[in-house]
């Protein structure tokens, strides 16, 4: 079987084809029991932010890749995940956090995987409103966030490269119930190439369960299930319902 290769710019490749691997067909495994929720036989998926494949890869040859939409602020791993993986495309374009160049309430099922994760409390709330008035009413989102196996990580080490300060900041803000975010210090080294076309709006966030159920309260949606520590023994993981 062809193995498509990982591209050289790929962040989420930190030098272990196993559990990049791993990772990818995890999250895939979180989309299609997303798929069995919404009761879609034939969905069309959202994929968003899709990077350069890491879990396109694992879409494609589970489902018609060309019923998978994927998006990503960067432009040549969207032309990657198109030629390689036969899905279709979209740039994400100013404002970045809104999608306005993609179809609203058109997809059974997607996902948002490690995004929120790295905004503002501001931000991640746009994106959630705008990530989900592209789902179909009855379709099942994927969210992960840093929660509760993440705090546990960061209470040993600074897992994140942020600094002592900003760890014991992101720290107090999940224990008080609080949604703590931090901006990545300009020597760190995780997701570098993402940072460049981001900006400085990209960091590390720590979100508390009742932040999530807030702002799903607040937009008509549903937490059917939450999977501590589900993706890769570390984010937590929200299927959501949109009604």
């Known amino acids: 079987m062809h193995v498509t290769p990982i591209h ?12 990049y691997y791993s990772v990818g067909s995890q999250m895939a495994d979180f989309v299609s029991h997303a798929t069995e929720l919404a009761g879609a036989h034939t969905p069309i998926i959202l994929e968003l932010p899709c990077g350069y494949g890491r879990v396109t890869r694992h879409l494609a040859t589970r489902f018609d890749p060309t019923k998978i939409h994927v998006a990503d602020i960067m432009v040549p791993s969207v032309d990657f995940c198109i030629g390689a993986f036969g899905v279709v495309g979209h740039y994400v374009a100013e404002p ?3 999608y306005a160049n993609i179809a609203s309430e058109a ?12 905004l503002s409390s ?3 709330r746009t994106v959630i409103v705008h990530f989900f008035s592209k789902l179909k009413s009855g379709a ?3 969210v992960t966030t840093h929660g509760e196996k993440s705090r546990e990580h960061l209470g040993i080490a600074d897992c994140y490269q942020v600094g002592e300060a900003a760890r014991q900041h992101l720290l107090s803000s999940f224990d008080a119930n609080q949604y703590g975010f931090v901006n990545y210090p300009t020597d760190h080294s995780l997701e570098t190439k993402t940072v460049d076309y ?8 720590i979100i508390p369960t009742d932040w999530i159920k807030s702002v799903c309260e607040e937009n008509n949606l549903s937490i059917i299930e939450h999977w501590p520590g589900a993706w890769d023994g570390h984010q937590d993981v929200f299927f959501i319902r949109k009604y």
């Open 8 to 19: 050289p710019d790929d962040d989420m490749f930190q030098g272990s084809h196993e559990h």
């Open 96 to 98: 970045v956090y809104e």
């Open 107 to 118: 997809f059974d099922v997607a996902a948002l995987g490690s995004l929120v994760t790295h």
């Open 122 to 124: 501001h931000n991640a």
């Open 140 to 142: 099942v989102g994927v």
């Open 198 to 205: 981001i900006g400085d709006s990209y960091g590390i966030s």
